[in-house]
């Protein structure tokens, strides 16, 4: 492995970029550095945080999906719907919510390996219409509010000003760290994005792995659909088009995923989430409308991507010499 | 992408493709037939009108993207672009610029994020979706940056300006009998996109270069040039698109557009052109748009709400791109 100098590198770069911001931004705004903003950040990172699991995990596969945002805003929109119906037990709507974004997640997955479209951009683009349509349907496109304190809990408490979204957040990707750094379900993944084929001759069932990665994604995003809602009180199926998804992509390729896979670290992602918050979080306290935060998202998207794109071209430029001498 | 997969399929993609054509011409009479059958006054020169209508912009989007996806490639930034040249060129018109330079804009707009989109996508060798994605955000924001989040309006029939607008871009009315302008412009854009796509050289390197891209390269030829080119037609046809959609419904609104790239997409891949690239055709995607057409009036015509119909369009891609490999599977 030597890749785990470049790794290194990489981090340390992301690092440096999200102290940089941070500096700018605290000279810019006094706010910036303030508890309560620094609390805000964490609170609305959790929310990306719990997609870019799931993302992570189907990069590192050298999939994609792009489904999560959708799923998060129809998970919360079905604890909406049963809100609404007058079920009355937070737990058995999370419960719920947990088990209908891991189905729809199991499809994705399912359609990946056992009817073998090879597109997962594409199937889970599909999805994240069907799924965008189902919130809208299950709420009567509306927006529902009221939810019973259990389910608004791991979204709204704060110990101290400390919410325990991101516990759950720093928890969740401590314990994903260890699984794809020290189990061998981890390790297969990377695996399998390294090279599908050699592995699979190797006797790793790739197809259960990849469809283990769709169904925790969609796991993940139902965790985060419960986070949106206790954040915000509300579920609204019109968020669905909001740009959840590519958020997710930018924190983990800034966080040194690659789009052809075999790369990505919980770590770096952590990172990734946090550059992006604050990204968005700085415009907003310098009073810039969402408009350029998006534009500015997309260049940030495109760069990142096109510096793994440069990243794998030098490698392969790199490899090609070494083999010549 | 997976071109070691297609390039031996290419001996025989026509007649595949000609099967597919015919089972979506079957499949869309089918459709035709089941809402005439059961809908609510669907069997009627003015719901025809209708479908007519919901094409023209479909229409032009999926004929443009047609030829990207040949090349293997993708772009999710169609709808939200379309809306995005629509509104640069309906804000410049407000600004004062003459009407028909407005249209220019608008024109203009798309074949820049086309150029942008291709560039991207060839010369710095960006996976197609995300570099679309990227542009489908910048579309986004600049959709709002421009029109200050308020939604806008093309000229309508009795404006002082432009009242000519709609006469010549979807329809006009000539002592009662309504003709459908905006048709002979699909079927300018059909026949110039067929000829383009067979009988020039831009579409022989188009399907050479989804087929086997690098045995393309390997022969000499600047295979990146010819990767740039289907995107900037499709980001002409998306900027028509913008002044189609605007000539059939007027209004536009900042910041949408998102879900209308995958109903172009789900048109060209029903038309049996394949997502792993070199093989397709644009007599069926222009098959395809009327089916997506057929389906969105027809639904409305059952009084099925619009939420359904995202859930089916989802759907119908995932059953089509489910088609499609398994045609190539067979081979």
Known sequence: ?325 | MSSKETSTAVAKPRLKSGQQRLFALIALIAIYVIFAAFGNRFFTYRTFMNILEQSYYIGFLAVGVTFIIITGGIDLSLGTVMMCSAMVGLVSFGAGVPFVLALIITLLVGVLFGVLNGVLVSYLKLPAFIATMGSMMIALGLSAIVSKVQTRHFPSRTAEVGSWFQNVFRSVNMDGTVIPTGAFWLVGLIVIAVIVLNKTRIGRYTFAVGSNEEAVRLSGVAVEKWKLIPYIIAGFCTGMAGIMYGATYTTIIPQTGQGEELNAIAAVVIGGTSLSGGIGSITGTVIGVFIMSVLQVGLMSMNVQPHYQKVLTGIIVIMAVFIDIRQHKKR
């Open chain 1, 1 to 325: 492995m030597t890749k785990k100098r470049t790794f290194a590198g990489i981090q340390m770069g992301t690092i440096l970029a999200l102290i940089i911001m941070c500096v700018v931004l605290s000279l810019a705004n006094r706010n910036f550095y303030s508890y309560d903003n620094v609390m805000g950040i964490f609170k609305q990172t959790a929310f990306n945080a719990f997609l870019s699991v799931g993302m992570l995990l189907c990069l590192i596969t050298a999939g994609i999906d792009l489904s999560v945002g959708a799923n998060a805003v129809f998970t919360a929109c079905l604890m909406g719907a049963m809100n609404k119906a007058g079920v009355s037990s937070g737990l058995l709507m999370m419960l719920v919510a947990l088990i209908a974004g891991g189905a729809f997640g199991f499809i994705n997955g399912v359609l990946l390996t056992r009817l073998h479209l090879p597109h997962p951009f594409v199937s889970t683009l599909g999805m994240k219409n069907v799924l965008w349509g189902l919130a809208l349907v299950v709420t009567g496109s509306q927006m529902v509010s009221g939810f019973p304190d259990s389910v608004q809990w791991l979204g709204r408490t704060t110990i101290q000003g400390f919410p325990v979204s991101f516990i759950m957040v720093l928890i969740v990707y401590v314990i994903m760290h260890i699984f794809l750094s020290r189990t061998a379900l981890g390790r297969s993944i990377y695996c399998a994005g390294g090279n599908i084929e050699a592995s699979r001759l190797s006797g790793i069932n790739t197809a259960n792995v990849l469809t283990f990665c769709y169904t925790l994604s969609g796991v993940m995003a139902a965790i985060a659909g419960i986070v949106s809602v206790g954040r915000s009180g509300i579920s609204n199926g019109a968020n669905a088009t909001q740009p959840y998804d590519t958020d997710a992509i930018a924190a983990c390729v800034i966080g040194g995923a690659s789009f052809t896979g075999g790369k990505g670290t919980m770590v770096g992602t952590m990172i990734g989430c946090l550059i992006i918050t604050v990204l968005r979080n700085g415009f907003s306290l310098l009073s810039i409308q969402s408009s350029i935060q998006n534009i500015v998202l997309g260049l940030v998207i495109i760069l990142a991507v096109l510096m793994d794109v440069l990243r794998a071209n030098m490698e392969a430029k790199r490899r090609r010499l070494a083999s010549a001498k």
